[in-house]
DNA sequence: ACCTTAAGCGCG
DNA sequence: AAAGCGCGCTTAAGGT
């Protein structure tokens, strides 16, 4: 190492046979000569560097990089993640200069194709050379060097660059907590799992038997119906069955079964559900997926357009709320569950700096607020009316309610209205902090093209209008759900810095053991687009619940300073979440 | 026999 | 009573 003041950041990369070279660099672009070392040899200085100074590290793709160091026993502070930062470089609106960004193709890696496997197998850095798919971004020392020089040349060009540099941040802040949620788990009883599992469905079968709940659900449905060999898996064979005994229906789903009187629908209701929740979460997803008490999915930050989250393996963003009860602290410790009520409106109320809807939402509850105002009767109608005005709604009690909220918060409504109009006409709509939603396929364009030609055919002019509106239903709620994202990141990336300053705890009351000394301090164990669960030793629970508040409030602040609007939250500490 | 698509339902 | 946004996953059906 280099002797003299530290620079900010730190470029990590690789220089062939199993060498990793390091580089300081500091805001004019100045360099310190590279520190070469043996890629076995990382962990312990990304440590050192740590204790020392705390760099920003800076790689090409966390999910690359940090599994190893988590596994190593290594917690980083912050890094800048070069894969997800060009990926939001690329198509920001408010990046004036992206060409050489831009030309930059082998940095174009899509979230779907990392979402496949799961990283941090324990090895440290491969050395085979195997790395380089085409699906992975460069990890070499000079293409990220090179990267980082035109990502900070890019963000400096843009319009606002401290809003943008919060959100390039807080992204990569986002890639941290993704790894560290994989390595420290969720902590899962299958003793509760298997519990909760033979409650709704009896005792687990043997041999591709069908349990008995099931069984008795179907042969009363194969009954009311009068058709003892129909199989309730099959949905033409379900509609033609339910069709032939007089229910009038065009699908087999829930919301159109419930609308008729028959004997059959109350057990099939009932038999699906229950398929439902053998299929996805019965006995073999325990098997496949908990192990040492932990259920550990992969998180793919960035990985829906809106940069939300998603997920891969296990359906992790999908747990039934039927079975949270399975999400249970190891013993001696505690969950904190916090989520945010009605996250999306109270950001599209500051968005707007809508003063009204700010008001609405001040007490706790943002629908009776709406329904105070008056322009509503009753909380179903006000969340409705909301969540129409979010996704664009046509028709039903939501469409009529909606032209009622655009007389009380016109800020608001005009907002996300505006974001309908620029998707409508091929447009592209940009968040608060500067993610912009991708450009139309070129399908659509071609569509509206040859639509306005004056040959073009009514059924054309038709398809190319729905096509429009439904563009327009997509920006509207881009701009509302990207934003929403970008808070909750705002809010984990502060949460998980105050979660770490916590003192690790006695070894006797360490939980079981579980990445990176979280066995031994409160961590973050699961995370939901506005919900977020702390995994903490009993005496820090209530520490880590007042970090949770001031964690929520510090991104209200850092995102939109000045604004009346408030994120309050509903916060549980129990030893297993779900409802209380 | 294999791969893709659509239906349906879980989550926010 | 049941639409308007974004997803992942399982199953059956359809295409090759």
Redesign the pocket.
Known sequence: MTAGSRRPWCVVGRLGEGRIGLVDVDGSGARDEPVVLPAADLAARVAAREAEDAPRWVWSDTAEWYPALLDAGIRIGRCVDLRLVHAVLRTSQVVREPEPLRAAAAWDVSP?HL?AEPRGDGTLFSLDGSAGSPTSVPDGLEEALAEFDRQRAAAESAAEPGRLRLLLAAESAGALVAAELHAAGMPWDAAEHDRLLREALGPRPHGGQVPVKMAEAAAETRDALDDRTL?L?????L?RALRRAGIDVA?????EL??HEHPAIAPLLRY??LS?LL??NGWWWIDEWVHDGRYRPVY?PA????G?W??????A??????LRPALRADPGWLLVSA?VAQLEPRVLAAMAGDAAMAAAGAATDLYAGIVETGVVETR?EAK?AV??AL?????????RLVPRLRRTFPDAMRLVDRAAEVGEVGGTVTTWLGRSSPPPDPGWSAAQTSAHLPDASTAEQERAVRAAR?RG??TR??VV?GTAAEWALAWMADLRLRLARFEPVAAERAARASGPGFDRQAHLAFF????VIVHAPAEQADAAATAILAAADAAGRLLFPGSTVDFPLDLHIAEHAGKA
């Open positions: 779907e979402a199989s898996d099959s949905p033409p064979r509609l699908s087999t789903s829930r919301w419930e609308a699906k559900k439902r299929a996805a793919v990985g829906v357009v809106t939300r998603a997920s891969s393996g296990g359906g963003l999908q747990i039934p709320r039927q989520d179903t409705v969540l129409g996704y664009g709604s046509t028709t039903g009690d939501s469409a439904s239903r997509f709620n881009f759900q939901l687009h506005d919900e």
